[in-house]
Nanobody
Framework: VQLVEFGGGSVQTGGSLRLSCAGSGVTFSTYVMGWFLQAPEKEREFVAVIHPFGDATVHADSVKGRFTISKDNAENTLYLQMNNLKPEDTAVYYC????????????????WGQGIQVTVSS
């Protein structure tokens, strides 16, 4: 199984980025897929999750209304559209896949990408 994130980089406050996560060895249509972030010297934290079989989503309060998780099952790709970015969004972002669970806790996830840096300057 391999998950690879794309699309990170540096933007100014108020800008947008779209992260992508391409997967192999795992079928996104049947897995719980999530995004997490880890800011410097902080614990990894939940950003958003999308469930299989109906594509229900949950977003953390800190990103609600600004970030949107989605996926393309045919392409086996997960996305995170990030709008109105703030300096506090600066972090390494990870995609992850879980066979079962709510997807809200990192402990539920079976597979992780290597992470990608997002930097938001003021």
């Amino acid at each position: 199984v391999q998950l690879v994130e794309f699309g990170g980089g540096s933007v100014q406050t108020g800008g947008s980025l779209r992260l992508s996560c391409a997967g192999s060895g795992v079928t996104f249509s049947t897995y719980v897929m999530g995004w997490f972030l880890q800011a410097p010297e902080k614990e990894r934290e939940f950003v958003a999750v999308i469930h299989p079989f109906g594509d229900a989503t949950v977003h953390a309060d800190s990103v609600k209304g600004r970030f949107t998780i989605s996926k393309d099952n045919a392409e086996n790709t997960l996305y995170l559209q990030m709008n109105n970015l703030k300096p506090e969004d600066t972090a390494v972002y990870y995609c992850a896949a879980a066979a079962v669970g709510s997807g809200l806790s990192q402990d539920e996830y079976d597979y992780w990408g290597q992470g990608i840096q997002v930097t938001v300057s003021s």
